[in-house]
C-alpha cells in the first residue's frame, strides 16, 4: 500500500547496443538510478514480439520477447536482477485485442470454420457497408472487410489490433494460461490495457464496462493470480468512482486498483475530442480528484498519475515548461504524492522533462496522432491547428528518449535515436539531477521516502479546503490525532492563504523548514508544502 511504480517505455528508455531503440540490457543498467529513486515497482509498457504499428500494444505473440528488445534469457536476467534490488515488475496485458499478425488471426481469418474463428468478432455487412457505425478510438470505422471471408471484424484502435472475443471460454482459457506462464516467471503483477473493453457488446455498441466485463474479472482472477500477492492495475477510460469499486473492492477479488482518467479530460471542450483545447480551470481539477479521493474512501483503492506514454508531459501540460519548471514539476508532484492511492511516475517526469520540441505534423510519428492529423486536415481544419493540438496532446510528447546526460543523444543511444531526443537535453538530465541537490529528481526521492516514514499519507483521510479557490489547492490528510497540510500554489502569481495555526514543514520546494506560521502566509510562484499540523 505505500509502494510507488515507476512507468518505463521500453522504446525510449534506454539503448545498449546502439540501434536507437531501447532495450532490456539498457534497463538493466539504469535499475541502480531507480533503486536511488527509492521506486518500488516498475510497469514496463510492452515488449512481446510485434509488427509495431502501435509501438507493442499490438502483440503477436504473448510468449515471447520483441528481438529488438532482446531475448527472454534477457527478460528472465532483469526480473532476477531486479529481486536484487527489491524491485517488481508489473507488464502490460495486452488482451483486447492482438496484433492482426498473431496466429490466432492468421488463422481465423483464413475461414469461418478456423478453430480460431470465434476469438475474434466478425459480422456480416449491411449491403456493402460495415454492420454500423462504431468508431475505432484512433479515428474512422470500427470494422474492417476482410476479403477471404466477406465478412467483418472489429478493432477498436488500428485494423491491425483485431478485437479478441472475450464470450469465447477457449480463448479465455489461452489467456489464463499465458497469464500464468509469465507469473511462473517471477513477475510482480500486471497492467491491464483497456481492459474495461473487454465487456463490449459490439451489436449494441457497448465499448466499455459491459455486463460480463466484472465476471470475466473474476474469472481470472481464480484462474491466475488469485492466491498470489500480485499488483494489477486495470486501464478503464470509461470509470466513475462507483464503477471503480467493482474492480478493487478486495472482497470482489477482482484488481487491486485501476487508471481512471476523468482528470485527463478537463482541457479539452465538453462534448468534443482531446484534441480540441481548452485552458485547465484549477475548480474543476479539485472537484474531480476530490470525487475520486472521498468516493473511494474506504471501499478501493486510487492509483495516482499525472503521466504515461498515451498523455503529455505534466510540467508542459499543466506546469511551466519555462522560468518556473523546477518549482512547478515539484508542485505538481507534492500535490499527486500528498493524495490516497498509489502514485506513479512516468518516465523522466522525475527530471521534468518536457514536451517534444516537434515543429511540423511530419515530425510526428504516432500512429493515432498520424490519423487524427490525417482526418482533420481532409476536413480543412487549418494546418496550424492540428500541429497546436499535436504539441499539446499528441503521444510522442512522452515518448521521446530519456534524457541521461548532455552528451550526444542525451546519452540515450549512440546510435540514431528511433524518435528525436528533445534538444534540452542539455540542460535537462539525469547527470544533472543527480549532481544537484536541489533537483526534482531528490524531490521525488524524499516525496516517495514520505510514503515509507509518513503512515498519514498512506493512509489518512482526505479533505479538501477552499474548492472554489482558482489559483491555490490545499487539502488536508488526517489519520487519529495526526493531520498533514498540503498547500499548492497552482499558478507563477503569488497568492495568499491564511490557516489558523502554525505548522511544522516536512517538505517544500522552495526548501524552507522549521515551523511556519499559516495566519498570513504568501505562497511564491508554485509554492506547495506538506505540512504537519499540531495533533488536535
Ligand atoms: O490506451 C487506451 C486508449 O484508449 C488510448 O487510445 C487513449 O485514448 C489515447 O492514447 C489518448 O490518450 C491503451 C494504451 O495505453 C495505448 O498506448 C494503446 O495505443 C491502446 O491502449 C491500444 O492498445
Ligand atoms: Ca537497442
New binding site residues.
Given amino acids: 500500500m505505500n509502494s510507488v511504480v515507476y512507468q518505463i517505455y521500453p522504446k525510449s528508455f534506454k539503448d545498449s547496443n546502439g540501434d536507437g531503440i531501447g532495450d532490456i540490457k539498457g534497463i538493466q543498467e539504469k535499475l541502480p538510478y531507480l533503486e536511488k529513486l527509492g521506486i518500488d515497482v516498475l510497469w514496463i509498457?510492452p515488449m512481446y514480439p510485434s509488427p509495431g504499428v502501435?509501438?507493442g500494444?499490438?502483440v503477436s505473440d504473448y510468449y515471447g520477447i520483441d528481438p529488438m528488445y532482446g531475448t527472454m534469457e534477457d527478460m528472465k536476467n532483469l526480473i532476477r536482477e531486479c529481486e536484487n534490488h527489491n524491485i517488481k515488475i508489473i507488464i502490460?496485458l495486452?488482451v483486447?485485442?492482438t496484433s492482426d499478425e498473431h496466429e490466432w488471426f492468421i488463422e481465423a481469418k483464413t475461414s469461418k470454420n478456423s478453430t480460431y474463428r470465434d476469438y475474434y468478432i466478425w459480422r456480416k455487412g449491411v449491403g456493402n457497408q460495415p454492420p454500423n457505425d462504431l468508431e475505432s478510438?484512433?479515428g474512422g470505422s470500427a470494422w474492417e472487410y476482410s476479403e477471404e471471408t466477406e465478412e467483418y471484424y472489429l478493432h477498436?484502435?488500428s485494423k491491425k489490433?483485431p478485437d479478441l472475443n472475450w464470450e469465447n471460454p477457449n480463448m479465455r482459457n489461452e489467456i489464463w494460461k499465458m497469464m500464468n506462464f509469465w507469473i511462473d516467471l517471477g513477475i510482480g503483477g500486471f497492467r491491464m490495457?483497456?481492459i474495461d473493453l473487454i465487456g463490449k457488446q459490439p451489436d449494441q455498441k457497448i465499448k466499455e464496462n459491459g455486463p460480463k466485463l466484472h465476471d470475466y474479472l473474476q474469472e481470472m482472477n481464480a484462474k491466475t493470480f488469485g492466491n498470489s500477492d500480485l499488483l494489477t492495475v486495470g486501464?478503464c477510460?470509461g470509470a466513475t468512482p462507483e464503477i471503480a469499486t467493482l474492480y478493487s473492492a478486495p472482497e470482489r477479488k477482482e484488481l487491486s486498483m485501476i487508471f481512471q482518467?476523468e482528470q485527463?479530460n478537463l482541457d479539452k471542450i465538453a462534448g468534443k475530442q482531446?484534441w480540441d483545447l481548452k485552458p485547465l480551470y484549477l475548480p474543476d481539477l479539485k472537484r474531480v480528484f476530490s470525487k475520486w479521493q472521498t468516493e473511494m474512501e474506504g471501499k478501493g483503492w486510487n492509483s495516482l498519475f499525472w503521466s504515461?506514454?498515451?498523455?503529455p508531459r505534466i510540467v508542459s501540460r499543466w506546469g511551466n515548461a519555462g522560468k518556473y519548471r523546477i518549482e512547478s514539476a515539484k508542485m505538481l508532484a507534492t500535490l499527486l504524492h500528498g493524495m490516497k492511492g498509489t502514485p506513479y511516475i512516468f518516465q523522466g517526469e522525475e527530471l521534468g522533462m518536457t514536451n517534444a520540441d516537434f515543429n511540423s505534423i511530419a515530425d510526428f510519428k504516432d500512429?493515432?496522432s498520424r490519423h487524427m492529423a490525417k482526418l482533420r486536415l481532409e476536413k480543412g481544419e487549418p494546418k496550424e491547428i492540428v500541429l497546436a493540438a499535436l504539441k499539446k496532446?499528441a503521444?510522442d510528447n512522452a515518448r521521446t528518449p530519456m534524457q541521461w546526460d548532455d552528451s550526444y543523444a542525451a546519452g540515450f543511444t549512440s546510435g540514431t535515436p528511433w524518435l528525436p531526443v528533445n534538444k534540452n537535453y542539455i540542460t535537462i538530465n539525469a547527470k544533472q539531477s543527480l549532481d544537484d541537490k536541489q533537483s526534482i529528481f531528490y524531490y521525488y526521492q524524499s516525496l516517495i521516502k514520505l510514503r515509507k516514514t509518513e503512515e498519514t499519507l498512506v493512509h489518512g483521510i482526505y479533505e479538501l479546503l477552499l474548492p472554489n479557490d482558482e489559483n491555490i489547492y490545499a487539502y488536508t490528510r488526517s489519520l487519529g490525532t495526526e493531520k498533514l497540510l498540503i498547500i499548492c500554489n497552482f499558478y507563477e502569481t503569488e497568492q495568499s492563504f491564511s490557516y489558523n495555526a502554525s505548522a511544522e514543514i516536512i517538505l517544500s520546494n522552495y526548501n524552507k523548514n522549521g515551523i511556519i506560521n499559516l495566519k498570513q502566509l504568501v505562497l511564491a510562484p508554485y509554492e506547495s508544502f506538506i505540512l504537519r499540523l499540531p495533533n488536535n
Avoid at 504515461?308 to 498523455?311: A, G, K, S, T, V
Fill in positions: 509498457s502501435d509501438n500494444y499490438d502490460d495486452v483486447n485485442h478510438n484512433f477498436f484502435y489490433q490495457d483497456v486501464e477510460w482518467f485527463i482531446r504515461n506514454h498515451d498523455l500512429i493515432e496532446k503521444r
